[in-house]
């Protein structure tokens, strides 16, 4: 059983053939050009074909996951303002003629996991996605759960400093999208940085100020973490996106933090993994999804 995974970003549209084991049979990658709506649709429809040809065997599922808020059916992303003009309420169904599972980005980074990777076997998973900002998605008996509105899943946008004036994009003051992602690191280092990367490279070399600010978020992501667990009780914790390349520079500090934090009645401890996709994890994880619904 064959199935293909589309994600589609601003800069990049990704996609991946697999088999029903996860195995990426192939891969292949365009320019989304995100200001040019007739070129990125039809840059889809292309990989899809490609990525069919592939193969000798039917297709039996096909999933997208792009940024935004997914409708109720998993057929169009509802809301998703400011980027991809045109992607709102599109229905990719109707415009490649079979049928399209569509879900949020970071909904399909779990999928990734769960289906294939870090969660396998598991019932209950959450997954944070740590890059420009900070997604996640919710795992409960097997299934992906989305919540009313598809909105499940956004820890990036749960309050670990409440007395900032700093608000994030849902208005939310101290979020840990505020004090980890990406896109925050120069205003947290008043300038000194512009990269995560640069940063953890200084935190590294026991810069005193780099150390200050990295273990600051890594402590916050902690608590972030706790909180989650403690709310949904899961059998895992998956870390994915680019700030976790920092690797031990993450995960030494933060695992020290959690043993701070973590709530764990009886010795339990919840394990924190990293992810095994990387660049491919959307992709896949909608191919994954796509495959759940077509059993």
Known sequence: M???????????????????TGNILHQSKAETNEQNQDHWKNAVAVL???????????????????PGLADAENQSIAFMPGRLDGLENFNWSEKLGQKIWVLNDAHAALMAEATFGAGKGMKHVVLL???????????????????????????????VDANTHVQDVTN??????????????????????????????DYTK???????????????LAICIASAINIISPEAVILSGGITKA????????????????WRPGGKKTPVKLARFTDMAGATGAAGFALSKSK
């Open 129 to 159: 996605t740590l890059g420009s900002g900070v997604g996640g998605g919710i795992l409960i008996n097997g299934q992906l759960y989305q919540g009313l509105s598809q909105m499940a899943g956004h820890f990036g946008h749960s309050t």
């Open 172 to 201: 939310m003051p101290g979020s840990i999208e505020v004090a980890i992602g990406n896109v925050t690191v120069e205003a947290r280092t008043h300038g000194k940085y512009k990269t995560t990367e640069a940063l953890v490279a």
């Open 2 to 20: 064959h199935a293909i995974g589309i994600d589609l970003g601003a800069t990049n549209i990704k996609g991946v053939l697999i088999d029903d």
């Open 48 to 66: 899809i074909q490609e990525l069919a040809n592939k193969t000798s065997q039917p297709v039996s599922a096909v999933g997208l996951s792009a």
């Open 247 to 262: 690797k031990d520079a993450l995960m030494t500090p933060l695992l020290r933090f959690l043993e701070l934090y973590e």
């Open 206 to 220: 026991g810069e005193p100020f780099a150390t200050w600010v990295w273990l600051t978020s890594v402590r916050q």
